[in-house]
């Protein structure tokens, strides 16, 4: 480990330690701290090349999007809000952006925003510094060409695809429907299954639109000034390309508005708070004014019920599969996480009409 992270430090530069760093689900990630020699810490990142087929484009796509925030920031374009930062590339000592080691695991480097990371929202002012840090970096990426971007996971978000996969893994290998959580696992999706298209639908008669999207705006990879409490930094760029922005909006809310958090034992309380959701839409829409429309805050609730839909499908398609996407801690892991997801749908469907008027509020303060 220390080897390969010397590969990204100039020559002469101590590096100190290598420590395991956050809770990704998909990547192992650590921070190197170093004795100055002419680099600062940095987070040194093992690509999980069973998820990412071709990491390459991951690197290609980060260099397009902070390069294009950094020229728009130097020509002093008026983002709303203070600058955002988003971690830049570090390259290796021969000028690469990855290393690719004798193993064929494929690393990089990229710097380290010391900032304050939830793995849920604590208030609602967390929840609007949440919502004004998604805002200001949709509008900073609002102009990029998305023909220039890759999609580095294919057809990731794309519900439809999803569910075709689910019912090839349940007809090739039949669940053992003795287990009550799959049992209603499966009742679950089999009666919610008729809407997963819904979003892909609007887009082919025109009514969304593809834009550059950040692909994964979980609470975590929000990161807050210790000092302030203002939010000040977005992490985690692998999943960064074009698709539809209400992926990232229903994504954003699916996850910071489940006060029980993302690994909540699923026999507790679970339910999304419409507080949190309005905080979160209040902050996004004062920093994004004007980037949508009508139709497209239509869509919002339909956002954020499926996309909650998804995550457990492919939380239940997984576990069935063996668990050879997500990282799991226990055998039954990935089914406790789908129990959890649905019960949060649940919540979220019960509370329709309040997300919808929710919507509609932040639609007249922010036209």
């Not at 990547?27 to 680099?39: E, H, I, M, Q, R």
């Not at 494929?106 to 990371?117: E, V």
Request: aromatic share 8%.
């Amino acid at each position: 480990m220390l080897s390969i992270a010397e590969q990204f430090t100039p020559p002469g530069c101590r590096i100190v330690t290598v420590l395991k760093h956050g809770s990704g689900n998909v990547n192992d990630t650590f921070l190197v701290t170093v004795d100055s020699g002419g680099a600062d810490n940095f987070i040194l990142q093992r690509i999980n090349r069973g998820v990412f087929k071709k990491p390459e484009l991951i690197m290609e796509n980060m260099r397009i999007i902070t390069d294009h925030v950094l020229n728009r920031q130097k020509k002093g374009s008026a983002d709303p809000g203070p600058p955002l930062k988003i971690p830049r590339v570090i390259p290796t000592r021969d000028k690469k952006d990855y290393l690719i080691d004798s193993s064929g695991d494929f690393w990089r480097a990229i710097s380290f925003i010391n900032g304050k990371s939830f793995e849920r929202i604590t208030n609602t002012a967390h929840a609007t510094e949440i919502g004004r840090a998604l805002g200001r970096f949709h509008t900073m990426i609002s102009d990029l060409n998305t023909e220039r971007l890759h999609n580095t996971l294919p057809d990731f978000h794309v519900t439809p695809q999803y569910l075709s996969r689910f019912d090839k893994v349940i007809s090739g290998n039949r669940p053992d429907t003795s287990i009550p959580e799959i049992k209603k696992c499966l009742a679950f999706v089999a009666e919610r299954k008729k809407f997963a298209s819904m979003l892909e639908d609007a887009k082919k008669k025109g009514e969304l639109i593809i834009r550059p999207i950040h692909g994964d705006p979980k609470a975590s990879n929000f990161l807050l000034n210790r000092r302030t409490g203002r939010a000040e930094a977005i992490s985690d760029l692998d999943t960064v390309g074009p698709a539809l922005i209400h992926y990232d909006i229903g994504d954003c809310l699916r996850s910071c508005c489940n006060r029980a958090g993302e690994e909540k034992d699923p026999n507790g309380e679970i339910y999304f708070d419409t507080d949190f959701c309005h905080a979160i839409l209040t902050g996004y829409f004062s920093s994004a004014a004007g980037l949508l429309d009508r139709t497209d805050r239509s869509f919002i609730y339909d956002s954020v019920r499926l996309i909650t839909f998804e995550l457990g499908l492919r939380f239940l398609t997984d576990h069935l599969e063996g668990d050879i996407y997500f990282k799991t801690a226990h055998k039954n892991h990935n089914l406790r996480r789908a129990v959890s997801q649905f019960k949060l749908m649940e919540s979220i469907e019960s509370q329709k009409k309040e997300i919808q008027t929710i919507s509609k509020e932040t639609n007249r303060l922010f036209p």
